[in-house]
């Protein structure tokens, strides 16, 4: 299921991640996210988030679609994956599977403009966004 990702991340689901419905609160989901697409991009800069340039991802827009509850006890998969690359932005797809229920619960799609931290602006997208696979 998960083959086509770069990235896949694995978070047990804790007791304390479900609200008052007895499933797992969908801001955990949102939060679970952040964690792969993390881990996407320290992957990509070699184990930093920004470059040399001071240059990192910054969420500008973001969904969930919620297939499927999750409670615990659950280990969850998450894969991340480049879809799309714009002139300002990269999209990044995170696919959400419960090993417990053997199935896709959630997917995630995130539009990533790079931030330069030192000029506090917009920057061009890095060459290493674009060109790794």
């Not at 800069?45 to 991802?57: A, Q």
Request: proline residues 5%; glycine residues 4%.
């Amino acid at each position: 299921m998960l083959q086509d990702y770069p990235i896949v991340k694995s978070i047990d689901v804790q007791w304390g991640d479900m609200d008052s419905a007895r499933h797992v609160n969908n801001i955990i989901y949102l939060r679970w996210v952040e964690s792969a697409r993390i881990a996407f991009f320290l992957d990509m800069n070699n184990g930093r988030l920004v470059n040399t340039d001071d240059v990192g991802p910054v969420v500008a827009w973001q969904d969930c679609k919620y297939i499927r509850p999750v409670t615990f006890p659950d280990t969850i998969l998450l894969g991340v994956k480049r879809t799309e690359i714009q002139e300002d932005r990269i999209v990044l797809e995170t696919k959400i599977f419960s090993k417990q229920q053997e199935r896709l619960v959630a997917i995630s799609n995130q539009h990533i403009v790079s931030y330069d931290f030192k000029r506090k602006m917009k920057a061009p997208l890095p060459l290493n966004w674009v060109y790794n696979d």
